[in-house]
């Protein structure tokens, strides 16, 4: 039979090439693929981690074998982080959200706050870290037992994935009383260890789609159930809301006191004070010895029941009981220090660092959250408030 015209012209080694192409073809699209395209690498927020090196922020499963013992290797997974947004909406935009929480006690009002709030639980990531103690070990214990409870529950309770450290240092105080806590001679020690533990906490729990860091102190019972929507709103890279806590006064009402004095903003008096300091003391605030005038966040708040809750106001100190931060301030060296920085330390040293690498720091005097009621008293030095300034007393 005669061949067709068409392939008498056509030259054999572009047949050849034609059926290698062919062939190479098929096996492309028969064989497995052990990699995620860069397509994917936004994957569904509560889809397990499939290996132990993948980002702390998705649970992690052991991996399966194939049928033949062999282990399947690990995917690639790619990550654009100019793709990764922190926005004024960050539900809408799915945005991940890592808590964490140094936990030396378990306040089960801590734990039933946590679970009150209505940012979505699958978009959460909780980490822990606890001191080696007795009172570490005690808070260890109902922490997990509280989370088994949760995780086993209703999947619209659930986290993402939940993990806990413990500190690989011992504490300075074996007490966490407040009282002992609050003490100045101990306020060094303390804070350097408290330094240590949160950067032992965030470098080991930031993953790569983490949008959010919010540090929330183990002793907060009462928040807003849209604290993070509340503070994301604002957009700021770091921002942080008024700390009151309630307790009942000498006549047996119910009142309510500041708490934290390590949001504010600095003074003259702070910078003098500084100038006479050497190179590893510290500025602490809060105590008649070292009386610095600064603004604090904590005595601008307004007391009108009609007050504007969104009001904001820049700091130069921050604290730590409810600190909303963007994920790449930290990825951009942001951290906790250890040490006298600018003769600061632990949360004012890390909102000094966060403006010396060009970014800011954000209060809002008029939203409240609130810790676990305590006893403590507090005094006015020389029978005067300070320019408005009550210093915290303990005995």
Not at 15 to 34: D, E, K, R, Y
Not at 71 to 88: A, E, M, Q
Not at 345 to 360: C, H, I, P, Q, W
Request: glycine letters at 6%; charged letters at 20%; aromatic letters at 8%.
């Amino acid at each position: 039979m005669a061949m067709p015209r068409s392939l008498r012209r056509t030259n054999p080694i572009t047949l050849v090439l034609a059926g290698l192409l062919s062939l190479g073809f098929l096996v492309f699209l028969l064989s497995p693929h052990n990699t995620t395209p860069a397509s994917n690498a936004r994957q569904t927020h509560n889809s397990p981690a499939s290996n132990p090196l993948s980002p702390p922020t998705a649970p992690f499963r052991k991996q399966t074998t194939q049928s033949n013992g062999q282990r399947i290797p690990p995917p690639v997974v790619h990550y654009h982080l100019n793709n990764l947004t922190t926005t004024p909406d960050p539900v809408a935009n799915q945005e991940t959200v890592l808590i964490l929480t140094p936990l030396a006690r378990f306040y089960q009002g801590y734990w039933d706050n946590l679970l009150s709030l209505s940012y979505p639980h699958h978009l959460i990531a909780l980490g822990f870290i606890t001191p080696k103690t007795r009172e570490g070990n005690a808070a260890t214990a109902a922490l997990q037992a509280a989370i088994t409870q949760t995780q086993s529950g209703p999947e619209s309770k659930r986290f993402a994935s939940i993990t806990i450290l413990r500190q690989d240092f011992d504490p300075p105080l074996l007490s966490q009383d407040e009282a002992e806590r609050h003490k100045m001679e101990n306020q060094r020690a303390r804070r350097a260890a408290m330094s240590r533990a949160r950067n032992s906490l965030l470098f080991t729990t930031m993953g790569p789609s983490t949008a959010w860091v919010l540090w929330l102190d183990s002793d907060i019972v009462e928040t807003p159930p849209s604290l993070i929507q509340d503070l994301a709103s604002h957009d700021k890279p770091v921002i942080v809301p008024n700390c009151y806590q309630r307790y009942t006064d000498d006549s047996g009402k119910a009142a309510v006191r500041p708490y934290d004095y390590n949001s504010w903003q600095d003074s003259d008096r702070a910078a003098q004070i500084a100038n006479t300091l050497g190179p590893d003391d510290i500025l602490l605030e809060g105590y008649a010895e070292m009386a610095t005038y600064r603004r604090l966040m904590a005595y601008s708040a307004d007391p009108d029941p009609e007050r504007e809750r969104n009001k904001i106001m820049p700091l130069d100190g921050v604290g730590g009981t409810a600190l909303l931060v963007k994920a790449e301030v930290h990825r951009d060296g942001a951290m906790f220090p250890p040490f006298a920085f600018y003769h600061l330390m632990e949360t004012e040293g890390f909102a000094k660092m966060v403006r010396r690498l060009g970014s800011s720091c954000w209060g809002l005097p008029n939203y409240f959250v609130s810790p676990y009621p305590t006893n403590v008293r507090v005094f006015k030095v020389n029978g005067a408030n300070c320019g408005g300034q009550v210093y915290h007393y303990n005995e």
